[in-house]
């Protein structure tokens, strides 16, 4: 019986943030798939609107996301409510820093355009704005390990 040969295949490398690769990595796993499928498997399957080519795809649709931090925030409450002191602020501590990480990254992405209307949709009107200023004081002051 002849040997069958393989098709020769192309070789690429790709450049994306760890949690991007992280997210390609889960949705990979959930399919059941290698990494190498799942992502010939998006790229062959996308359809691009040009309309929307600008707008950056989210993770979670903008439903999941409240729904998401609706659950963090009964958590968080439930937390809160049994916790002594010291466990409170520590807690608002991390979650600040979190927050705080998250939208420097929007900002290494080239995405700071986003900030104000992001903060605005999850914190509210009056609150949005204030939150975008404690960010850009915390910036100000950041320390060189976190960048």
Not at 33 to 62: F, M, R, T, W
Not at 66 to 86: I, K, N, Q, T, Y
Not at 103 to 127: I, M, N, S, T
């Amino acid at each position: 019986m002849a040997e069958r040969r393989a098709a020769p295949r192309a070789r690429i490398a790709i450049s994306c943030l760890e949690s991007e690769w992280e997210r390609i990595r889960e949705v990979a796993d959930s399919r059941g798939v290698s990494i190498n499928d799942h992502v010939i498997s998006a790229g062959l399957n996308v359809q691009l609107d040009p309309a929307k080519e600008d707008a950056p795809a989210l993770a979670l649709s903008e439903a999941e996301q409240r729904r998401l931090l609706d659950r963090v925030d009964r958590m968080a409450e439930s937390m809160l409510s049994s916790a002594s002191g010291g466990s409170i602020e520590r807690l608002r501590q991390s979650v600040e820093l979190l927050l705080m990480t998250t939208l420097d990254d929007l900002v290494l992405q080239d995405r700071e355009h986003e900030l104000g209307p992001l903060l605005v949709a999850v914190f509210g009107p009056d609150a949005g704005p204030v939150v975008e200023r404690q960010f850009r004081e915390w910036m100000a002051r950041k320390p060189p390990l976190l960048g």
